[in-house]
């Protein structure tokens, strides 16, 4: 096919381009309830094939990861096999470093995170779990490390996680000793503080010192209480001697997490803080 | 064009959107790995008129709002215009050789980055900055690399007259 002045835009052309760009403008001011099934349905035909190959890729890639470590780890148990005090130590350090899922048993839902390149796949991505494995809308996203977001809508074998990066997330929380409670949401998407939380709603008289954890409060019922959100870095902020506002340092950031748990149990009514803190502890 | 390119220059754009989803996430992070499946909607602009082209792009842009729900329908909007105006301006401007076609693909990624960033509203300020300056040309100049590298390979198969201007 030659390419040549013929080729320019025609009449038939410029409209076609029109009403592409009137569909599209239509598209962003869809409400939520008509733009969720239709991307619910997008996702669960013409994208499931490469959603699930993606996922086949992922499992694949985690798999040879995952053989690596293992022939590393014969291979170092071969040698610790001969100090057997040695092996005994490594053992208990193991059994330490077992993790956030074994601690949360049955309650949680394993997940790839599956990535798209646009400037937004911070803000919400896909992960490698729906309906099928126990997932409901709201549920708690988490790393090891901490609160990464909730799930906004659930497919059959994906789910959309709203990270704390969206400018929509908000979350009930706390100070470490359950002393100050306020708001958490992004902080917003200028200057140096990019990508930093902010807890909002604080009372005047109230300090929270630098370096205090935050963890969610359970308050509102859709978050479990004890899951780590973040470290006070600063005051952001103060109302006339209304209340304070502090910039939080987040425990997770949404844009280095591949794999996440998502909590499928019943409404936790302890706290699971005491879950996170093994998780940072060193052998 | 003989029948065989035709199937080959489809063959090439499908084997681009499996890249998209296979290859891609071991490419380096996400913000900088080659857009496979944008380089597939800006060689077929190459070869298509303007309208088939921006529908091209929307259908793009609306498979990919689906798999990015913070945006629903920017990256619809920003792929009719990179779809179209790409098809466009190869027709009017560019000469048919590789290193111009490279700069259409450069061109072409940041400036779906940059509606998909105005379109979205999500993104302001220095996080704004740091995506259209920072990122998207290094994602941009992957993309770019990555086309090259197409042409250069399978030019003779999508019938893409290249000069050695």
């Known amino acids: 096919m030659a390419l040549g002045a013929d080729r320019y835009a025609s009449r038939g052309d410029t409209f076609a381009f029109l009403g ?28 499931a094939p490469f959603l699930a190959l993606q996922q086949q890729t992922e499992l694949l890639s985690a798999s040879l990861e995952r053989y690596d ?8 148990a071969a040698l610790a ?11 208990t350090r193991l059994r330490a470093l077992l993790g956030l899922g074994q601690r949360l048993s049955s309650g949680y839902v394993p997940a790839e995170v ?47 996680v709203v990270t704390w990066a969206h400018p929509e997330f908000r979350a009930s929380a706390m100070a470490t000793d359950g002393s100050v409670y306020g708001i958490v949401g992004p902080h917003g998407s200028d200057g140096p ?24 409060s359970g308050l509102g019922g ?11 870095v600063s005051v952001a902020g103060q109302a006339e001697g209304w209340e304070r506002t502090y910039l939080i340092r987040p425990a997770v950031h949404p844009g280095a997490v591949t794999h996440v748990m998502i909590l499928t149990g019943p409404p936790v009514r302890g706290d699971l803080r005491s879950l996170f803190e093994s998780s940072g502890e060193t052998p | 064009m003989r029948r065989t390119d035709k199937y080959r220059f489809y063959v090439i754009l499908a084997a681009l959107v499996v890249l998209q989803f296979s290859v891609r996430g071991r490419l380096g992070g996400d913000r900088v790995a080659p857009d496979f499946l944008l380089l597939a909607l ?37 792929h009719t215009l990179v779809g179209y105006l790409s098809s466009w301006s190869k027709a009017v401007f560019f000469a048919e050789n590789l290193f111009v076609n490279g700069c259409l693909f450069f061109a072409g990624t940041w400036c779906r980055n940059l509606a998909v960033a105005l379109a979205s509203g999500k993104l302001k300020g220095g996080m704004l900055g740091w995506e259209l300056l920072v990122w998207s040309p290094i994602q941009s100049l992957t993309t770019a690399v990555a086309g090259v590298i197409v042409l250069w390979l399978f030019g003779r198969h999508l019938a893409i007259r290249l000069s050695d201007a």
């Open chain 1, 69 to 76: 470590a293992v022939v590393a780890q014969r291979d170092s």
């Open chain 1, 81 to 91: 096999a001969t100090f057997l005090p040695e092996l005994r130590g490594e053992n």
């Open chain 1, 114 to 160: 599956l990535r798209e390149p646009e400037p937004t796949g911070a803000l919400t991505f896909l992960v490698s779990a729906g309906k099928k494995q126990g997932v409901r809308p709201l549920a708690a996203v988490v790393s090891p490390d901490g609160l990464v977001g909730i799930v906004s809508s659930v497919d059959a074998k994906t789910s959309v």
């Open chain 2, 42 to 78: 800006l060689i077929y602009t190459i070869r298509a008129r303007p309208g088939p082209s921006a529908g091209a792009g929307f259908l793009v842009g609306l498979l990919r709002d689906a798999l990015t729900p913070a945006s629903f329908g920017a990256g619809a909007l920003a």
């Open chain 1, 20 to 47: 592409c760009v009137l569909l599209s403008v239509a598209a962003m001011s869809l409400p939520e309830r008509i733009r969720d099934p239709l991307a619910r349905g997008l996702r669960q035909t013409v994208l």
């Open chain 1, 222 to 232: 859709v978050l479990p209480r004890g899951i780590p959100i973040g470290t006070v």
């Open chain 1, 193 to 216: 503080h990019v990508w930093l939380l902010e807890l909002q709603g604080v009372p005047y008289r109230q300090l929270v010192p630098t370096g205090t954890m935050i963890l969610t």
